[in-house]
């Protein structure tokens, strides 16, 4: 199976990492002022201050509370909370890797609040069918000189984990997911959905940690 020989400068086999909850299970949430980035900030990184972590992870298919943050997420009858990629919660600068061989089929910076900020899309392919790769919560500064079709390789530096609140007013964090379809969607693809779609973007959003296996992640 194909996989990353670097997503970010962490080796999950021996770095200290701490696997971070945004479910209803997670009584913190109840009164954290998930609106204020600055005070989500600080939560997020006492927490791994905490634990001694270098990194947060975690988030596939987690049904999240904290998209009532933004409106963002609230644009339709049923609010969109389920996760369909992971999240890697680590300092501003860190610098962050191609996943694979590909090339940039896309890129962008959606500005909403709470949206993903700079955002690069790859395309690569595995057994000779496509694949996306997409990279969230980035500075402005990496998507600096970048181009549709640009090749890129594997383990290659594509940008940097961006600050609040030019990353989309977000602790900051890189948001990973993969897509097999883009859906004619260029420079975005939702990465939060439905409880009621939720098994149809699934099927289109696998699991990153088939191709990383972080321990202690589904």
């Not at 209803?24 to 634990?51: E, I, M």
């Not at 602790?171 to 990973?176: A, N, Q, S």
């Amino acid at each position: 199976m194909l996989r990353s020989p670097m997503l970010l400068p962490f080796n999950f086999s021996k770095d200290p990492y701490l696997v971070l909850d945004f479910s209803a299970t997670n009584p913190d949430l109840a009164t954290l002022d998930l609106t204020n980035t600055a005070v989500f900030n600080d939560y997020v990184f006492s927490k791994l201050n905490q634990a001694g972590a270098v990194v947060g992870v975690g988030g596939y298919n987690e049904h999240r509370v904290i998209y009532r943050r933004s409106e963002h997420f609230q644009q339709s009858v049923e609010p969109r909370v389920v996760h369909l990629g992971i999240d890697f919660w680590a300092k501003a600068g860190t610098p962050v890797f191609a996943l694979m061989d590909g090339v940039v089929h896309s890129f962008q910076n959606n500005a909403n609040f709470g949206d993903y900020g700079p955002t690069i899309i790859l395309e690569h392919e595995v057994n000779y069918r496509p694949l996306y790769s997409l990279y969230g919560h980035l500075s402005r500064s990496s998507l600096n000189g970048l181009l549709w079709g640009q090749k890129v390789k594997a383990g290659e530096k594509i940008g940097e984990i961006g600050p609040f609140p030019e990353n989309g007013d977000w602790p900051p964090h890189l948001h990973f997911q993969l897509m097999t379809d883009m859906l004619g969607l260029m420079g975005d693809f939702p990465g939060v959905c439905s409880l009621s779609e939720r098994n149809e973007w699934l099927r289109i959003c696998p699991n990153p940690n088939d191709w990383l296996h972080i321990a202690g992640l589904p």
